[in-house]
């Protein structure tokens, strides 16, 4: 069973950036599909972005596109969420998640494994 812990979330101005890391224990991650998913407070869990298991392939939800950025380490093994432009409605907590359904999906029941999460705070 892959262990995922997600790290580098924290509290930011408006239009400011960061980056997550997602990093495994007890497995590799380099031969999965991985996904980053973020849950507001008193909202439902949303989908955020994917990549496939060598990098090269990517989506994203309408709301961060072209201001998110999802990649992989060079050994494949850490998945990172590049954060530009960050808006008070960014904030929240943001998970990790291995894709265990069809490339493409974005529910989150198409994603396994997930992590405790990490929280982003937009201040405006």
């Known amino acids: 069973q892959v262990q995922l812990v997600e790290s580098g979330g924290g509290l930011v101005q408006a239009g400011g950036s960061l980056r997550l890391s997602c990093a495994a224990s007890?497995?590799?991650?380099?031969?999965?599909?991985m996904g980053w998913f973020r849950q507001a407070p008193g909202k439902e869990r949303e989908f955020v972005a994917a990549?496939?298991?060598?990098?090269?392939?990517?989506y994203y939800a309408d709301s961060v596109k072209g201001r998110f950025t999802i990649s992989r380490g060079n050994a494949k093994n850490t998945v990172y969420l590049q954060m530009n432009s960050l808006k008070s409605e960014d904030t929240a907590v943001y998970y990790c998640?291995?894709?265990?359904?069809?490339?493409?999906?974005?529910?989150?029941?198409?994603?396994?494994?997930w992590g405790r999460g990490t929280q982003v705070t937009v201040s405006s």
């Open positions: 007890g497995r590799t991650l380099s031969s999965y599909a």
């Open positions: 998640a291995r894709l265990v359904g069809a490339w493409g999906k974005t529910a989150d029941y198409a994603f396994s494994s």
């Open positions: 990549v496939n298991w060598s990098g090269d392939s990517t």
